[in-house]
Every structure is written in C-alpha cells, then in structure tokens.
C-alpha cells in the first residue's frame, strides 16, 4: 500500500486503524451519537448493514428509528430525505451503486440544489447523498460508473470524494454537519484496500480544503477517489526516472480549492489531471480551463489528462478502461516529453 | 366508479345529516377567502396581462377545492403545495402585499424574485417553497411525515398535486414511502380534468384517481371538489387520521380548471366550449354563497361589502409591491450555499467590475418587459 497507510496494530493514542469503509461508519456512528437528528437510510442499510456493510452496527445502537431499510426507489429514497432536511432532520441517504442514483436525479438536481435558493433561504436542505461509486470492482456497467461532473455541474450541491480512511471520517463528519446537500462519492475500490489511522470521536476535515498528498518539484497530479494511490504508485515510478511528482488530493471537488491546485501547478509548471470517468467534459475538463485560465504562463507543458474511454464502462476490459499506474506514469512523462 | 362525496347541491343546499356544522363566522370566514382568492387571481392574470408581470397561474374554480383541504389543518400543519393553492396563504395570513411582491420578483418577494410568479415560499405560514417539475412535492411530505414520526412531534403535512401529478413517479414513491411509514400525510390530488392540453382521461385508466391509494395500502376518497364544506369534512378526517399515527389518505378533488392552463396557454384551442360551459355553472363560489343564503349568514349587502373590500384590499397590495424596488444585482449569488464559495465570489466580483464600466446588466431594471 501506499506511504499515507498504516500496518494494522500500529496506531497512535487516540487513533484507531481502519479501513476507507470501517472510517465511513465510524462517522456515521460519531454524529449519530452526536446529534439525534441524523438519521440514515436506504436499501438494505438496516439489519444487513448495506451491501458493502457500510452502515453495519447502526441498526443495533440506534434502532430502527434511526437506520432503516427503505422500498426499493432512489426517487423515493431521495424524495424522502429532502422532506426531512427541509423539516429539520440531518438525513444522510444511502444509494446502493451510484450507477442508480438517476431516478433520484430530479429530486436531487431541481429540489435539493436548489431549495435554498428558490425560496430566497427560507428552506435549507442539510442532507448526505453516500453513494460507492467508481470501478476496479468487476462490476460492470452498472456498478462502476463515475459520473461526479453531473453533480459538479449543479450550483447549490456540494461533492465530496474522500481517499484515505481518515479523510473519509474527517470529510463525512463535515458533510453531515454541513447546512447544504452534499454528495459524498465512496471510492469502493479502496473501501477495503490498505488501513490508515483515524482520529477516535470527534474528527473534522473541513470541506473545500485539498490535501498535498506528496510533495514534489517538477509536475503536479491532480486526482481524487480511488485514482489517489494509483497516483501514487506512479509517482513513484516517475521517482525512478528523476521526475519529483507533487500529488494533490482534490478532496471536495465542489467547493474546489482551487488556491492550492493554482499554487501546486504555478510551483512545478507542469500538471497531470486523473479520473476515472469518461474523458470528455470530465470535472478533469474543468481543472484543465481553470489552469490555462489563471497560471498558463506558468505552464512548461500542455496539461495532460488521463481519464476514463469515453466508452460505456466495460465489465472484461475494465483494466484497460481504468486508468492504471502505467497509464498515469506516462501522462506523467507526456508533461515532459511532448 | 369510486363513490364521490358530496354535501351540499347545485342550489347551496347540505344533505340532510351531512352537514358539518360549523360555525356561523367560520362559515362566513370561509366564504371571504373564497371571494378574496378570487379577486386575488383576476388581478394577477390582468397584471400579466398588462405586461407588469411576466407570468400568471390561475386557481379560479379550484377555491373550494384547496381551502376546503387546508381549513382541515391545525396552523402548525405543513404544506407542501403544488402551484393552484394560494388561497392557502390568505387563509394562513400572509399579507397580500407579500404575495404580489412574489409576482413582481423585487425586494418585497420573500424568494429574492428567484423565481417565477406563483412559486411562492411562506416559511411563516409552513408553505414550503414551490418547484415547477410536476410531483416532486408529494414524496418531500412523505419524508418529512416520516420525519415528524421519528422525532415524536405530531404535525401533519398536506401535499397537493394535479390529475397530471398522479403520473409522475413521486406520486408513486411519494405515497408508497407514505404508507409504507405510516406517515402523517394527506395528499390532496385536485383533479380539474386538464393537465395544460391533456385530458385526465389521458393520464390514467384507473376508474379514479382516489382508486390508486388502494394499491398502495391506504384510504382512498373521491369527492366534489366545488363543495367546500364536503372537501374540509373529507380532509378533516383524513387530517385527524394521520394526527391519530394511522398513516395517509389520498384525497381527490373532482373540480374544474376554469381558466387556461397559464397566461402563456389558450384553452380555447383544445378544450370543448360546452365542457367549460357546463362547469362554469358549477362555481363553487356561488355555491357556497347560497348555502350561506339559506342559513342566513349572507345577503346582498355583505357580499358587495366583501367583493369590494376584496378588489380594494388586492388593489392596495398590487400599488404597495409594485413601488417596491427591484432585487440588488449582487443577489444573484446568495442562498446558492449558506456561504459564498471562492467560485461564487470570484464570479460576484467579475460582475460587479463589468457593472461598474457600465454597459453591462443596465437593462436590469427593466425586468420582466
């Protein structure tokens, strides 16, 4: 695993290891002990624990009041939640696969984005959308899509994508205590891959922050989600070669902090955007306009994306689909070579 | 054919053992909301007409229909309504000047003019605010039913839709989450038999639309939405129902869209003359008026008194909110998140510089002409 992971039974006083998924519940768990507005729902999440057993334990602390299993409807899911936020509650709704969120995609585009603004900040909206999104998993089609930017593109949602199992806690703390909806993409790929310390109870990485994941001299890597440690590997690949790779970790992708992605690239001139969607108006679309933009006199090279095909998501080939570690090496290389 | 209810006939008058009773100023009270509803809505089709405001939602005919339901509701009761209920709002005391000021979009419009007219939001009268995609509101009030249930409180939310709305997919999860939790909800679908172009024959083969709530587990009840005094009964027990943890009730309305669609559709081109015609006779305005009549707690004097104290009242409020100045330029970019993002502010900052050279947004003032 990568260097921001720790070995299991090496944790810090007052920390815990744990995995992307283990730190997903410990948040849940944190806040619904916190503030008894929370509740979470969605299908399967009660008894089962959710198909990936993010929601496991809740049902037995907190009852079937506060964790519940709901028809099978992402419209309905979604509907529902509003109507709790808007009267008062902190819902945090669970969609299974985000790959079946667009039923729920009027609910959340027209209504929830847009309930404070419509109604002057009359009404507010604080709700969690979690949703698994992402591939790597051999999931096909319908259980690997990343379609973040339809969400990015919508003024009045926020979305959050953590990659390390403290940031997970720390960034799904601050969505639920956050006073606008909030979508919070889970890497599934990494839920389980590599633990990492996390702080116990109280933890809190504020939204619209990003996080140098590695610094570096010569070229930046913009990513977030599951593409982090495979950026991360290709750092160090890029090492071998004498390329020093900055890596930074987008962390929330709305608000962007785009003062640390301007001040990473003005520093190494160079920059490598990844993601795993689909290429083409991919939120690695928007970071390359806002780099020539505002530092394009900084550039030493063109900016770089390396993406998903702008194919369905395929279930045998996902790993030529997927950027991998090669893919990004060489988009690392291009910055250099061109 | 589901049986549809009905308390009073053609002539105002209740059926024997029906009537609810209520008392002589309720009644009366009931009946000025009535005319004052209406008033309210001639005014607002003529202001758009006259090119002062840009759009106008007629409810003329549904009077009964909507304040029947919400009579039935305590004041702490929430709505979530669709866009033919404003009668609501006179009912649950919101100034008319507010209500106009919403038509004008300017600094009087609780909603910062962010939306178009008749999408109202009341917080101070529980009207949540309105959306223009048809349903939406129907599974909102089942989640904050449910919400209301988890937190022990025991308010009740009243939805509306239109026949049109029962095709949309909220109206599905909307009352099947309802039931399924058992929520405190009655939805109240006004079926006034168009949905802009397309008859409610065309929105479902269902016998009714009060059939439906069969399917999904709850009551079902049609009746004559021109009678008030049978609508606020229906909706009273339903009402109570709910308040009591027995879950949902469907209500229909079986009312008349008398007017078109919007200020921008015509009836005229797709809906029979004799149809319209025949409905017209049905005002539940009028209606009500006789059976106040016969009760003996209305005459000519008041209803001119009420008419007129309703044409000026609206009049007052249309020259109070029409003064009133526009929204600030830089508004535009509040209330998209509680706080401005770096994004927001940079883009509020680009504005405003472009403003300042002048040139840009000098039109602004002209709105809506």
Known sequence: MTATHTKAGEAKAGTKVMTVLEAITDAMRTEMRNDDRVVVFGEDVGKKGGVFGATMGLFDEFGEKRCFDTPLSECGIIGTAIGMAVYGMRPIAEIQFLDFIYPAFDQIVSEAAKMRYRSGGEYTCPLVIRSPYGGGIRGGHYHSQSSEAYFCHTPGLKVVIPSTPADAKGLLIASIRDEDPVMFLEPKRIYRHGKGEVPLGEHVVPLGKARIAREGTDVTVLCYGAMVPVCEQAADEAQKAGRSVEIVDLRTLVPLDEQAVLSSVKKTGRCVVVYEAPKTCGYGAELSAIIAEKCIEHLEGPVVRVAGFDTPFPYTLEALYMPDVKRVAAGIEKTFVW | ?369
């Open chain 2, 1 to 369: 054919m589901t049986e549809l209810l009905s308390i009073l006939d053609q002539d105002g008058k209740a059926q024997k053992g029906k009537d609810p009773n209520l008392p002589g100023p309720e009644l009366q009270k009931l009946y000025r909301l009535m005319v004052r509803t209406r008033a309210l809505d001639d005014r607002g089709l003529a202001l758009q007409r006259q090119g002062r405001i840009g759009f106008y939602l007629q409810s003329t005919g549904q009077e009964a229909s909507h304040l029947g339901a919400a009579y039935a509701l305590a004041d702490s009761d929430w709505l979530f309504p669709a866009y033919r209920q404003p009668g609501i709002l006179l009912l649950r005391e919101v100034p008319l000047q507010m209500i106009v000021a919403e038509w004008f979009g300017n600094s009087g419009d609780t909603s910062k003019g962010r939306q178009m007219p008749v999408h109202y939001s009341f917080r101070q009268a529980n009207f949540v605010s309105i959306s223009s995609p048809i349903g939406t509101q129907l599974s909102q009030a089942a989640g904050a039913g449910m919400a209301a249930r988890i937190r022990g409180d025991d308010t009740v939310f009243m939805t509306f839709c239109g026949d049109g709305g029962t095709s949309s997919n909220d109206f599905h999860c909307g009352l099947n989450f309802a039931a399924v939790y058992k929520a405190p909800v009655v939805f109240v679908c006004e079926n006034n038999g168009w949905a802009i172009s397309v008859p409610s024959c065309k929105q479902t083969a269902s016998e009714s639309m009060a059939i439906k709530a069969a399917a999904y587990g709850m009551p079902g009840v049609r009746v004559d939405g021109n009678d008030v005094l049978a609508v606020y009964r229906v909706c009273k027990e339903a009402v109570d129902r709910a308040r009591r943890g027995e879950g949902p009730t469907l209500v229909e309305t079986v009312t008349y869209r008398i007017a078109s669609h919007s200020s921008s559709d015509d009836a005229a081109r797709y809906r029979d003359a004799k149809e319209f015609e025949a409905w017209k006779k049905k005002d539940p305005i009028a209606r009500f008026r006789q059976y106040l009549e016969h009760k003996k707690l209305w005459n000519d004097a008041l209803e001119q008194e009420c008419v007129e104290s309703a044409k000026a009242a609206v009049n007052e409020a249309v020259a109070a909110a029409e003064a009133l100045p526009n929204v600030e330029p830089g508004t535009l970019f509040d209330d998209v998140y509680m706080n401005l993002t770096p994004q927001l502010r940079e883009q509020r900052q680009e504005l405003h510089d472009l403003m300042a050279k002048g040139g840009v947004g000098a039109d602004v003032g002209h709105f809506p002409l």
